[in-house]
């Protein structure tokens, strides 16, 4: 989860550690991209309005490589992003999204993943 306001990432964290995931934290895309080369996530969940680099360039950079291209991303945003040309994120939640909503487009999300894994 990438977000710049802590009071929204520990809620969050505590709320999806309940449901089972582990949940890695950065505060911005910058760090979020140092936790994702190291970790390798599942999915990733992240705002747009963030100092350093944005969720917009964050989406960017992991679509670029090769490594993270394949990654679902959740945008999860207070304010609507600019549509950028091509596909940077598979779902886009407007703050406040109720945590069920969430939760499901997660597991959703997850689920087509893992489905188009190689066996």
């Not at 550690?17 to 936790?35: H, K, T």
């Not at 600019?82 to 069920?100: C, D, T």
Request: hydrophobic share 50%; proline share 9%.
């Amino acid at each position: 989860m990438v977000d710049d306001d802590a009071r929204l990432l520990a809620p969050l964290q505590v709320l999806l550690e309940a449901e089972g995931y582990r949940i890695l934290l950065a505060l911005d895309g910058e760090a979020a991209a140092s936790v994702t080369d190291l970790e390798h996530p599942d999915l990733i969940v992240t705002d747009w309005m963030m100092p350093v680099v944005d969720g917009v360039a964050f989406c960017r950079r992991l679509k670029t490589s090769r490594a993270t291209a394949r990654i679902p991303v959740v945008m999860l945003t207070a304010a609507v992003p600019p549509a950028p040309a091509e596909p940077l994120w598979n779902a886009l939640l407007r703050k406040p999204a109720p945590v069920a909503c969430l939760i499901e487009v997660i597991h959703d999300l997850l689920a087509v993943s893992r489905s188009r894994r190689p066996d």
